[in-house]
């Protein structure tokens, strides 16, 4: 399947082109933002989108395994049995239980009918992977295998463009009109002017707060060194816009550390976790796997963080390198380090030889018999590691997501600290806390983006719908 952007250029709106009244507006631009837009739309509403950064997609256009849902035709196709209930239990057990039930109930049953609106605006995730804390293959992408974020954005934003939907960028929300009783619109700076827009509804989209290290050191103090993977726009802003009209949190220390980053360059690059899930072992610089590379990214990070060198080696052959599309640009920018054989890979990566030969040894016979002893690891057994060349990308942990942030309840309706609902203002995606606990489970996040989305999209058209009544 061919890429949308080799086709596909979305260019924003002028921004002479701002009107001064619009039913929703819709505040970021990464996979939530868009997604409640165009539901939105659909659903009749006058929206309109604004991103203060120049370029669009957000921390979106940077995921790259997948979209994780239950109980989906994808999955039957692929002769996988799933279960709403099997979904939840172990997205509540990666998050420590520490999930809002409520949250997680409407998300794990309502992946299904995601991946299909996504379908019928021709965003087709019909392959399948895994990550970790999933006991089955629930993680969707394209068939190309391309990089997910991307791929999702382009699709998104190609279905806005032919509704002839308002995006404007480099355009700064510095405040939320109204309080407590109601949020009527908003404040923005665009082409150096500040303008006020009125709206039926407001939608925050804005994300995480994982590139801000003032607040990453507030809540996290001992993350403060740490690199990030997030783009330079998630600094928080849609908690700072929210709480001024007495918006509450949840959840603000709870920050994930990502286990696979590349970050020997002057850029973090986080390595997905389809590249464990499609086979890839992790080794110490003894060349011996410490982990299951599956468990979730909490367990994971801190098997890495007990080496002495904390950091580790993916390790992985052709055969995965053909299975996750990102490698490929990952191997362009030089983060890839290739071999004809192990040896030659293990000398390169200053790892004893015979030790790395016998850990992928071990590693083929697990996977020839579908266990693996040591370390207990049931799923990404699908591949030995046999297909020169050889391949190994150096990791260690980096600042990923932020579970924590804007309270909801299920309607996406952001709520006091109080528990009251503040009329008028929606909010999904990373800038939300609640959903994911204590750990996000890998696939989880793209998922959010487009089931929360879609329902903020809904919701913030029922309630200006009702207001105009």
Known sequence: MRSMSEKFKFEPTAPEQLATHY???????????LASALQA???????????????????????????????????????????????????????????????????????????????????????????????????????????????????????LAAKQVPIFASAQVTALAGDATGVTGVTVTLAGQQRQVKAGAVILATGGFGANAQLIAKYRPELEAYQTTNQPGATGDGLALAQAVTAGTVDLDQIQVHPTVQQDTDHAYLIGEAVRGEGAILVDQQGQRFVNELDTRKNVTAAIEALPEKSAYLIFDQSVFKRVKALAFYQQIGLVTQAADLNALAATIQVSAATLAATVATWNQNVAAQNDPQWQRTTGLDRQLTQAPFMAIHIAPAIHYTMGGLKIDPQTQVQTTAGHVIPGLFAAGEVTGGLHGDNRIGGNSVAETVIFGRQAGQQAWLFQQKSKQ
């Open 23 to 33: 039913d929703i507006l819709v505040i970021g631009s990464g996979g939530a933002g």
């Open 41 to 159: 739309t659909e659903l009749g509403a006058q929206v309109a989108i604004f991103e203060k950064m120049p370029r669009l997609g957000g921390n979106t256009t940077r995921a790259s395994s997948g979209m994780n849902a239950a109980e989906t035709e994808v999955q039957l196709q692929h002769h996988v049995v799933d279960s709403f209930d099997d979904f939840y239990a172990e997205t509540l057990n990666g998050g420590g239980g520490r999930n809002d039930p409520a949250l997680l109930q409407y998300f794990t049953t309502h992946g299904a009918l995601a991946i299909n609106w996504l379908a019928q605006h021709q965003i087709h995730l019909d392959d399948l992977t895994i990550t970790g804390g999933m006991s089955r293959q629930r993680t969707h992408r394209p068939s190309s295998m391309a990089p997910v974020g991307g791929y999702l954005i382009t699709g998104l934003l190609k279905a």
